[in-house]
């Protein structure tokens, strides 16, 4: 079966930092374009950050830009998150998401995989 497993969320103060991990089985995910997603209660879910598949290029959604890095450890077969100088609207259910193509997309549609999903709370 195909799995992807988020890790590492949690409650952490405003200005702290978080790394999530998102851990794939049944796929390699070096050869899947992989992104972030966030959705908070009462809001549009939205991407926070891809890698793609082919080049390695990244996108990151200007709420996050300078903050928030994606990264992806092939041996490992995992791709992470880290997290800088978090903020409380940063609070929300981070999912790990994957697709075939090179595109880095940012609609949820285009992705076929997902994870469950990893909290992250961040207080003032």
């Known amino acids: 079966q195909v799995q992807l497993v988020e890790s590492g969320g949690g409650l952490v103060q405003a200005g702290g930092s978080l790394r999530l991990s998102c851990a794939a089985s049944?796929?390699?995910?070096?050869?899947?374009?992989m992104a972030w997603f966030r959705q908070a209660p009462g809001k549009e879910g939205e991407s926070v950050a891809v890698?793609?598949?082919?080049?390695?290029?990244?996108t990151y959604a200007d709420s996050v830009k300078g903050r928030f890095t994606i990264s992806r450890d092939n041996a490992k077969n995992t791709v992470y998150l880290q997290m800088n100088r978090l903020k409380p609207e940063d609070t929300a259910l981070y999912y790990c998401?994957?697709?075939?193509?090179?595109?880095?997309?940012?609609?949820?549609?285009?992705?076929?995989?997902w994870g469950q999903g990893t909290q992250v709370t961040v207080s003032s």
């Open positions: 049944g796929v390699t995910s070096s050869t899947y374009t």
């Open positions: 998401a994957a697709r075939n193509g090179l595109m880095t997309m940012t609609t949820p549609s285009a992705y076929i995989y």
């Open positions: 890698i793609s598949r082919s080049n390695g290029n990244t």
